[in-house]
């Protein structure tokens, strides 16, 4: 089994700043994108940023320039650093990762998070 961690999560000011992680952990032989998405309450889930295993990243317009996704292959953890934070940016933030489980599996598997509570307020 693969399993997905989030943490980093919390209470913020407009302008203010976190930094989310998502660690992955179980049977891993490979992992190729690892994202970001959010859902705020009464919306559907979107994509914020994601990147490739090479670094390559996209992200969200509404996110440009304020946040940057990162990842550490070795740790198999992937960053969002999130600046500038607006009240637009409340929401459950997941993590999302491709994960190929061993050397006979020839496919890759998506794994969500349980997600992180981001709340940006005064």
């Known amino acids: 089994q693969v399993q997905l961690v989030e943490s980093g999560g919390g209470l913020v000011q407009p302008g203010g700043s976190l930094r989310l992680s998502c660690v992955a952990s179980?049977?891993?032989?490979?992992?190729?994108?690892m994202g970001w998405y959010r859902q705020a309450p009464g919306k559907q889930r979107e994509l914020v940023a994601t990147?490739?295993?090479?670094?390559?990243?996209n992200y969200a317009d509404s996110v440009k320039g304020r946040f940057t996704i990162s990842r550490d292959n070795a740790k198999k953890t992937v960053y969002l650093q999130q600046n500038s934070l607006k009240p637009e940016d409340t929401a459950v933030y997941y993590c999302?990762?491709?994960?190929?489980?061993?050397?006979?599996?020839?496919?890759?598997?998506?794994?969500w998070g349980q997600g992180t509570q981001v709340t940006v307020s005064s």
């Open positions: 179980g049977t891993i032989f490979s992992i190729n994108d």
């Open positions: 999302k990762a491709g994960v190929r489980t061993s050397i006979s599996t020839y496919y890759y598997r998506e794994y």
């Open positions: 990147i490739t295993n090479g670094g390559n990243t």
